[in-house]
């Protein structure tokens, strides 16, 4: 079946630096979203890509939908304190309503 | 705030009991779906119902079964508990299926002893 792997698991940065998490799925696409979880929280939409090569930025943060459909990223520009939280993407094959979550992944941010 | 509201928030149940969760769409959502969350993992898809019909499944036993009713409001049933179905249940409200941005609710915290 589908599966979404994402990298890293785990990211420690200082307040300041940029953060980037990668999202692979093993079948196409038909779309992906991404969420942020704060710690004790629940998902939160941020965005959703839908066409291949897509790049959509939101503030400091920017999405990237590969060629093929398979793979995404979230980069994030000088990390501030408030952006703590695991982030996760979410993809969805073509024929199907069900959403695949990643593995997330968790940013902590040192002031 | 999403508009998006599940009771109970917090559950403690025996293994072999059964459980039901409710949730609340937001406004104007015709689509619930519902996942599991187990600790440091990410959401895991049970299923969706869309104007009261399931209209997917995950890899989920019978025993997890679900409603939507026609206020598009929704309950996740949960029979024979197991000691593996403590997690967060998360329920997501959305307008139609497919590409659409789901809500998500604060969450059913199940604990199974």
């Known amino acids: 079946g589908q599966q979404v792997m994402q990298i890293p698991q785990y990211q420690h940065v200082q307040e300041g630096e940029d953060f980037t998490t990668y999202c692979n799925s093993s079948?196409?696409?038909?779309?992906i979203q991404w969420y942020k979880q704060r710690p004790g929280g629940h998902p939160v939409f941020l965005i959703q890509?839908?066409?291949?090569?897509e790049v959509k930025k939101q503030k400091r943060l920017t999405f990237q939908f590969g060629e093929a459909k398979k793979n995404s990223s979230l980069h994030i520009t000088a990390t501030q304190t408030t952006d703590v939280g695991t982030y996760f993407c979410a993809g969805r094959g073509s024929g199907t309503y069900k959403y695949i979550f990643g593995t997330g992944t968790r940013l902590k941010v040192l002031a | 705030e999403t508009g998006v509201t599940q009771s109970p928030t917090h559950l403690i149940k025996t293994r072999g009991q059964q459980v039901t969760l409710r949730c609340s769409s937001q406004?104007?959502?015709?689509?619930v779906s519902w996942y599991q969350q187990a600790l440091g993992q990410g959401p895991q898809f049970i299923f969706q119902?869309?104007?009261?019909?399931?209209?997917g499944r995950g890899n989920f036993p019978p025993r997890f079964s679900g409603l939507q009713f026609p206020n598009y409001s929704s309950e996740l049933n949960v029979n024979a508990l197991e000691l593996d179905d403590s997690a967060l249940y998360l329920c997501?409200?959305?307008?139609?299926?497919?590409?659409?941005?789901?809500?998500f609710g604060p969450g059913t915290r199940l604990t199974v002893t």
């Open positions: 119902y869309y104007r009261e019909e399931e209209n």
């Open positions: 997501a409200s959305s307008l139609g299926t497919g590409r659409n941005e789901q809500y």
């Open positions: 406004s104007g959502h015709n689509t």
């Open positions: 079948t196409t696409l038909s779309n």
């Open positions: 890509l839908v066409k291949s090569g």
